[in-house]
């Protein structure tokens, strides 16, 4: 379980009631699905809302994922958060109403379950960052699931392969079923050819960063990436973080990474696909573990950014001025 002091945060089980209980509270609007299981057989679960949920309409549909990594406990409040906020503002407050009506979102609010209930198992944070899958060959425990995905997996010096390391990309590219589980939910979202999913966020912790693909490399543009295609991944992440007041940049620029979700999802399936990294800001001492008393601000503090994205996702190119 959480510290006692911690206690406000959401373990595994107390996630999954929530969830519940917010389908339950909005069963108009609001749908739970089973996607998959993690390694050690959790479920991952997607929810989905929208009006009319029970079909599937013609709308553009946004995604966010949730806790890749085990310690940043904070991303699985966000989730909540935005479930609740959706929820309870349907009918009342106009971009809210809106967004529901006229999108479809998906949130998995945990993509590492494992990890995550690893991580406080004991009671006393562990500092765990990667899933629970064991290595042939291998002691160690854990594949950094963000560095897992397929397009460029290990191509550039931004994971390891060592498996005690804590971005050990894993044996192969999409080794962990937790990267699977999320990669047939993507695809699952073609219909008639065509990916329906338009924009992604990714929530991490800390820095209080928007991050945008490509990880891989330093270069601005590369192959699938245009001019037109970064430009409207900066507009639309500027536009974001002057929300948030957090910082803006190509996900390189703070490091150079390889088999992350964001170079996958824009790469593989054309997807518009960001990380937030959450509160606190890279010089404080919280880390990881900001105290339970901080959540509802620092979850709040990302609904105009939530909103934004959801707002352009039916032409993202309209914030370069280039609509199709
Ligand atoms: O390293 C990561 O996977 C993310 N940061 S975290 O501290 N949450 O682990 C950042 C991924 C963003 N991509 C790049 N920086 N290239
Ligand atoms: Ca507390
Ligand atoms: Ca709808
Ligand atoms: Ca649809
Ligand atoms: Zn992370």
């Known amino acids: 379980d959480f510290p006692s002091d911690d206690s406000d945060y959401h373990t595994y089980d107390e996630a999954n009631a929530a969830i519940d209980a917010y389908v339950e509270k909005y069963p108009e609007i609001m749908s739970k699905e089973v996607i998959g299981t ?3 057989g959790r479920d991952i679960v997607a929810v989905k809302i929208s009006d009319n949920v029970a079909e599937d309409e013609d709308e553009p549909e946004v995604l966010f994922t949730h806790h890749q990594h085990a310690r940043e406990h904070l ?3 966000m989730a909540l958060y935005t479930m609740g906020e959706l929820g309870g503002k349907y009918g009342s407050e106009d971009r809210v109403t809106k967004m529901v009506d006229e999108r479809e979102l998906w949130i998995v609010p945990d993509a590492n379950p494992d990890g995550g209930e690893y991580d406080i198992a004991t009671g006393e944070y562990r500092m ?3 899933n629970r899958q064991p290595d042939s060959g291998s002691s160690e425990i854990g594949t950094d699931i963000n560095r897992n995905w397929p397009y460029k997996w290990g191509c550039c010096g931004g994971s ?3 498996p005690a390391s804590e971005v050990y990309r894993g044996p192969s590219a999409g080794s962990s079923p937790e990267v ?3 990669m047939d939910f993507a695809r699952s979202r073609v219909v008639d050819g065509e990916q329906q999913i338009s924009a992604h966020i990714d929530f991490h912790t800390y820095s209080e960063l928007v991050l945008w693909p490509y990880g891989y490399t330093d270069d601005d543009t590369a192959e699938g990436l245009t001019r037109d295609d970064a430009d409207a991944f900066a ?11 957090y910082t ?6 703070l490091y150079v990474t390889d088999g992350s979700v964001n170079d996958w999802m824009w790469a593989d399936q054309g997807i518009f ?21 901080v959540i509802g601000e620092q979850t709040a503090r990302n609904k105009d950014a939530v909103l934004l994205l959801m707002e352009n996702a039916d032409c993202m190119y309209r914030s370069i001025g280039k609509e199709a």
């Open 75 to 77: 991303t699985v409040e």
């Open 235 to 245: 507009a639309v992440g500027k536009a974001m973080a002057d929300s948030n007041g």
């Open 38 to 40: 993690s390694h050690e």
């Open 248 to 253: 803006p940049q190509q996900s390189s620029d």
């Open 160 to 162: 390891s392969g060592s």
């Open 128 to 130: 765990w960052r990667k």
């Open 180 to 182: 699977q589980v999320l």
């Open 273 to 293: 696909s960001y990380t937030f990294e959450m509160y606190p800001g890279s010089d404080s001492d919280e880390g990881f573990y900001p105290p339970d008393e």
